[in-house]
């Protein structure tokens, strides 16, 4: 079960990348009480947790429905994350999460974000669903492996969810320098992960003789 679940959550918690969302958290929740703000927390990493279970079941259904080879899809899934392990490289992941979050801000009550945007994008957005889909349909035909791979995810939002509800408590967030650390290191593992999905995909689409 290990072999499984510690790949999938290593893949998952650097696409989701909770620690980047904590000062966009803060900073949207900005004169919203503490209790607001716990809760707030946790029913985004509650509701984002749901749909990466719902993606997870049916997500090789879609592939199924569209007529997408696993191997084709791999690729595609690979190529998607090594552009957001880029991004992440360069800090522009986080400078367009920042600008989306204060356009956000302007428009949006504080009370108002637990689904949008904490949930969707933030947490659960094309990265992290791409990825789910990937890891659940690379387990097609084990339900266990399956199930590993999604309780995955339910951890990464669990710690997404401490993180968030203890900026909240505490009101203080992770210094933008070291945040950028973390993405960046985050991101050359990410960028390890993507690369050896395209790989994984050419060899099954490409078999050598």
Not at 21 to 35: D, E, H, M, Q
Not at 117 to 137: D, K, N, R, V
Not at 143 to 157: D, E, H, S, T
């Amino acid at each position: 079960m290990l072999e499984i679940f510690i790949p999938a959550f290593v893949m998952l918690f650097v696409t989701i990348d909770p620690v980047s969302i904590i000062p966009i958290f803060v900073s949207l929740t900005a004169g919203a009480t503490r209790g607001q703000k716990i809760r707030m927390a946790l029913m985004g990493c509650l509701i984002a947790a749901v749909l990466l279970v719902v993606f997870g079941i049916i997500g090789e259904r879609l592939l199924d429905n569209f007529g997408i080879t696993l191997p084709a899809f791999r690729i595609a899934g690979g190529i998607l994350l090594f552009l957001i392990a880029l991004e992440m490289l360069f800090s522009r992941r986080n400078d367009r999460k920042s600008k989306s979050a204060e356009d956000i801000q302007d428009h949006y009550e504080p009370e108002d974000i637990s689904v949008f945007p904490l949930a969707i994008p933030l947490l659960c957005g094309p990265g992290a669903i791409a990825s789910i889909m990937l890891l659940t349909s690379g387990q097609a035909g084990d339900l266990v492996g399956q199930a590993v791979v999604m309780g995955a995810g339910v951890a990464v939002m669990a710690i997404g969810a401490v993180l968030l509800v203890t900026a909240a408590r505490f009101d203080h967030f992770i210094p933008e320098t070291i945040s950028n650390i973390i993405t960046r290191l985050l991101g050359m593992l990410l960028a390890a992960l993507a690369i050896q999905f395209i790989l994984d995909g050419l060899l099954a689409a490409l078999p050598l003789s």
